[in-house]
C-alpha cells in the first residue's frame, strides 16, 4: 500500500463533471492506497464526503475571491490562474506534512495547483491536466494574454512529472506547446450510467452542465436567447445542473415546453430516454465530460466542434455538428431517433470504453 498526498483545486463532489472524476479518482486509489487529500473550498462549498478508511482529510484551505488578488498580488508576472491558489504560508503547510511524512508520491489535481509543485523536490509528482489552459484562454483571449498563458504553463510543468490527460488532442497539444510527453488517461463512468437504459422514444431533448462555469453559462445564454426562439413549438427541452441563476429561470418563463430542474442527484435515466443532449459549448477546453456521459446512456449529441474535441471519430455519427444559430435550429427542429438507435450507441459505446489507467500506472510505479 502506497502512501499518497492528494492535492486538488476544488472539493470532490459530485456538483460537475471536473469534481466527480476527482472524488471517483480518490476513491479508486484508495481501495489499495492511503490517502491524504488537500482541497481548496470556498464558502458556499459542501464538504468532501468521507467514503474510505484510507482517506484522510489533512487541510482544507480556504477559497474566496480576496484571498486569490492577495495570491495574485504576490506573483503578478504569472498568468494568475496558476498562482491564484499559491501562498508561502499554505506551501510551508504543504512542505511540512511531507517533512513530517514520507509519501511516495504527491498528486497533483488540475493546474491551478502546479505552482507548489516548483518548491517541492526528492517526491515523485503526478499532474492530472483536465484542460490545457493556453487553448482555453486563446478562445476568449488576445495573443498577448495567450502567451502570457502559455509561458506560465511552460514554467511550470516539470518534466520529471508524470503527466496525465484526457484525450489524444491535449496529449499533442502538450507536446507541441511545451515539448513534453503525456500519458492519456479517460473518465470514469458512473454505475447509474450502466444501469440507465433507454427505454423510451422521449420527445424532449436535454442540456446539462455546471452552469456556474462561464463556459457553459455562456453557451446557454446563447442558446436561449437565439436558437430557443426559432425552435418548433413542440420542442420540449429539460435542463439539468446546479448554479442556474434567476436571470435563466427568468428568460424562459414565457416557453411552457422548457423545464429547468436544475442539480438532480442521478441526471442519468433522464439523459438516456432523451432525443439527445444539445451541447453549445463557444469557450473552453479538453474533453467535456457532458458529451461521454451522454454517449454513454445511448443518447447522441448536437454541439459545437468544441463539444465535440477529444471524442473518437468511431460515434462520429452520432455527433451532430453545429456552431451557429441556423445550423443548431436545423439540427434540432429536423432531429429524428429510434429507440433502437439508441441502444445500439449505449451497446457500442460500453464495449469500447477503456478502463482508466491511473491507479494501474501508479501500482506498476511507472511514476518513478
Known amino acids: 500500500m502506497k502512501t499518497i498526498l492528494f492535492i486538488t483545486a476544488f472539493v470532490p463532489s459530485k456538483i460537475s463533471a471536473a469534481e466527480n472524476y476527482t472524488r471517483q479518482l480518490i476513491f479508486d486509489l484508495a481501495k489499495?492506497?492511503?490517502?491524504d487529500l488537500i482541497y481548496f473550498k470556498y464558502k458556499k462549498d459542501l464538504d468532501f464526503e468521507m467514503e474510505s478508511l484510507n482517506i484522510n482529510v489533512v487541510k482544507i484551505f480556504k477559497n474566496s475571491k480576496i484571498l486569490k488578488l492577495i495570491n495574485f498580488i504576490f506573483y503578478p508576472v504569472l498568468f494568475p490562474l496558476f498562482s491564484v491558489r499559491f501562498n508561502y504560508f499554505r506551501l510551508f503547510i504543504i512542505k511540512r506534512l511531507i517533512k513530517r511524512k514520507t509519501y511516495d508520491l504527491v498528486f497533483y489535481d488540475h493546474s491551478q495547483v502546479l505552482l507548489f509543485s516548483k518548491f517541492i523536490n526528492n517526491v515523485p509528482q503526478i499532474y492530472m491536466l483536465h484542460d490545457v489552459e493556453t487553448q482555453r484562454i486563446s478562445r476568449i483571449s488576445n495573443k498577448i494574454i495567450t502567451k502570457w498563458c502559455e509561458l506560465t504553463e511552460k514554467w511550470i510543468l516539470n518534466s520529471k512529472a508524470s503527466i496525465f490527460c484526457f484525450s489524444d488532442k491535449d496529449k499533442f497539444l502538450i507536446n507541441n506547446l511545451f515539448g513534453l510527453n503525456s500519458i492519456v488517461t479517460n473518465f470514469y463512468l458512473e454505475e447509474n450510467i450502466y444501469k440507465s437504459t433507454p427505454n423510451l422514444a422521449s420527445d424532449y431533448f436535454v442540456l446539462f452542465a455546471r452552469?456556474?462555469?462561464?463556459?457553459?453559462?455562456?453557451?446557454l445564454k446563447w442558446f436561449i436567447r437565439y436558437v430557443l426562439p426559432n425552435l418548433n413549438k413542440d420542442i420540449n427541452i429539460k435542463i439539468i445542473g446546479a448554479e442556474i441563476c434567476q436571470n435563466e429561470y427568468k428568460s424562459v418563463v414565457n416557453y411552457a415546453n422548457i423545464i429547468i430542474l436544475g442539480f438532480v442527484d442521478n441526471p442519468y435515466p433522464i439523459i438516456a430516454n432523451a432525443k439527445a443532449m444539445i451541447?453549445?459549448?463557444?469557450?473552453?477546453?479538453?474533453?467535456?465530460?457532458?458529451?461521454?456521459?451522454s454517449l454513454a446512456c445511448g443518447t447522441p449529441v448536437i454541439g459545437t466542434n468544441i463539444s465535440f474535441e477529444g471524442i473518437s471519430l468511431l460515434f462520429s455519427k452520432y455527433l451532430f455538428e453545429a456552431n451557429d444559430v441556423k445550423s443548431f435550429t436545423k439540427q434540432i427542429n429536423e432531429y429524428k431517433i429510434n429507440i433502437k438507435q439508441k441502444i445500439e450507441l449505449k451497446e457500442m459505446f460500453i464495449s469500447t470504453y477503456e478502463i482508466n489507467s491511473i491507479p494501474k500506472f501508479i501500482k506498476m510505479e511507472k511514476y518513478k
Open 32 to 35: 489499495t492506497n492511503h490517502i
Open 211 to 219: 452552469w456556474g462555469r462561464k463556459d457553459n453559462l455562456n453557451g
Open 279 to 293: 451541447s453549445p459549448l463557444f469557450t473552453g477546453a479538453g474533453v467535456k465530460v457532458k458529451v461521454i456521459d
